[in-house]
């Protein structure tokens, strides 16, 4: 598209997200229409990234808490090759593509590479437990992609038990209907399901019995603090207590250092994720890998 059609657009999104039925004046200095600006040169490259086949996977390790269980885990992270910025995370171009409907696309195209990798990996389907992928909340609540990712487990049934798909515990109570019907029928399939960032919600523990989760991975901003802050700690205690209950299995995210490890242990929370553990690489140095990753004693 041209320069001038590109920012018309971005008024008329800059003047609709300000309450519609508005004009938007432009001015240079204006902060909301710079940044709709950036979002939509973002889509130009996401548009071209999936037409020349510029998505890449990188894989980050999911490691049990117990030193002495062998079992490793992966949640594969999508990343974009830029002629002008080199390797972009998923954090840069994702908002774009969920404003302006491009996600289901990027998610599409994300299960369909997964699956593909590894089903042409038998080796690495042995030793490996599960590989979590995420679903953005679009994803969650359209029933064409219900359908494909049918289709794709229907194709590969030998992966969808080593396949857990990630949502945001955002999108699963702003779509609970939704939500519940999509996991119901992947669940049926073999797929098992990640609330991610959970406890950043207002409800969580009261919607948390409603949904046929399998794994619960603690927000982040809990974890990263948990040695210094009582609060962050008692939060992540009583998420992995409720979340045992329930006969979820607990994740902790952010594990950036031995102290956090530590502390995470301490509570028995039963999954650890986080630099510490590993940091994301291409998908194909981990597919290549004999000898399975084991947490830090």
């Not at 950043?200 to 901003?221: H, R």
Request: aromatic content about 8%.
């Amino acid at each position: 598209p041209s320069l001038s059609r590109g920012l018309g657009d971005v008024y008329k999104r800059q003047a609709k997200d300000s309450g519609g039925n508005r004009y938007h004046v432009y001015t240079e200095s204006d902060a909301g229409l710079i940044h709709r600006k950036s979002e939509m040169d973002w889509i130009i490259h996401i548009e071209s990234a999936l037409e020349l086949d510029r998505l890449v996977l990188h894989a980050q390790p999911i490691v049990p808490s117990d030193v002495n269980n062998p079992e490793i885990n992966y949640e594969f992270l999508v990343r974009m090759n830029t002629e002008e910025n080199g390797l972009v995370a998923a954090g840069v171009f994702l908002p774009a593509a969920e404003r302006y409907n491009k996600i289901i696309k990027i998610d599409r195209w994300v299960l369909s590479e997964a699956l593909a990798k590894l089903s042409a990996n038998p080796q690495f389907l042995r030793h490996v437990g599960y590989c979590s992928i995420n679903l953005s909340t679009q994803s969650l609540t359209d029933q064409q992609f219900l359908a494909f990712a049918t289709e794709k487990f229907n194709e590969h049934k030998e992966l969808a038990e080593k396949v857990c798909l990630e949502i945001t515990e955002t999108a699963a109570i702003t779509n609970l209907i939704q939500a519940k019907r999509c996991i119901s029928k992947l669940k049926n399939i073999g797929v098992r399901f990640s609330l991610d960032d959970f406890g950043s919600g207002l409800a969580s523990f009261e919607y948390l019995k409603t949904l046929p989760i399998d794994f619960l991975k603690i927000d982040g901003m809990f974890v990263r603090d948990i040695v210094s802050d009582p609060i962050d700690y008692a939060m992540v205690k009583s998420i992995h207590e409720v979340g045992s209950v329930m006969g979820k299995t607990t994740v902790a995210e952010f594990v950036e250092s031995e102290d956090i490890l530590n502390e995470v242990r301490k509570i028995g929370i039963h999954y650890v994720q986080g630099y510490h553990v590993g940091k994301p690489v291409p998908i194909e140095e981990v597919l290549g890998q004999d000898e399975r990753l084991k947490v830090k004693g």
